[in-house]
């Protein structure tokens, strides 16, 4: 089949177009996200001792690398829609504000995965069922990083970071802030 130059340079713009990065690839909005949290929504708790019990295991066994600890702080959301909130204990932190969350089922206490994020979109399904989970991840600079979290089997696990750049008042990153919900603590939680 021969294609007229014009219909070429076009299929090529085009296939460019859809390549290059920016809003529409940098994060699949793979659910209906009804509210993100970051660090200030972490309120103070005793954790269960399970939880307690299985992080204390884990920083003995791994160390940190983080500045700032969280380990005595919880961000509590149901996900799944069983009328027990989850547990993201902010357990990690560097002083940019990225942590590692430990993730864990508020029912059975089971740690569901670790999260890289600031920042984290979530929705709760009702169904029983656990929704994906949107993060970005900062890197000190004009860009974010954005992956998916995706529950398979029996744990969180995560897609493919993209970057996002530009600044919160334009471009890309400005495009992404827009169209994701707005933050919002748990009821009895901190706010941002």
């Known amino acids: 089949m021969k294609l007229a130059s ?12 859809l390549l290059a990065p920016g809003a529409s690839s940098a994060a ?8 993100g949290f970051e660090i200030a929504c972490a309120e103070s708790i005793a954790l269960p001792a399970p939880i307690h019990d299985f992080l204390e295991e884990r920083i003995r ?3 940190r690398l983080g500045v700032e600890h969280g380990q005595d702080r919880a961000v509590r959301w149901d996900l799944n ?9 902010p357990f990690d932190c560097g002083a940019s504000g990225n942590c590692i969350w430990g993730l864990f089922d508020g029912k059975e206490l089971r740690h569901l995965g670790d999260l890289e994020a600031f920042r984290a979109y979530l929705s709760t399904t009702g169904n ?11 890197a000190g600079t004009d860009t974010i990083w954005v992956a ?3 529950f398979r089997r029996t744990r969180y696990d995560r897609g493919t970071w993209q970057p996002m750049a530009g600044t ?8 992404y802030y827009a169209s994701r ?10 706010s941002p």
Not at 81 to 89: H, M, Q, W
Not at 168 to 175: K, M, V
Not at 181 to 187: G, M, N
């Open 81 to 89: 829609g069983d009328g027990a909130p989850e547990y993201f204990v």
């Open 6 to 17: 014009g219909t070429l340079h076009n299929l090529i713009a085009l296939e460019l177009l």
């Open 168 to 175: 919160p008042a334009s471009g890309p990153l400005h495009r």
């Open 128 to 138: 029983g069922k656990w929704p994906p989970i949107e993060v970005c991840l900062g």
């Open 181 to 190: 919900p707005e933050l919002k603590c748990p009821p009895g939680a901190p």
């Open 148 to 150: 998916t979290y995706n």
């Open 28 to 35: 699949q909005k793979t659910g209906a996200f009804s509210s």
């Open 61 to 63: 066994r791994e160390g």
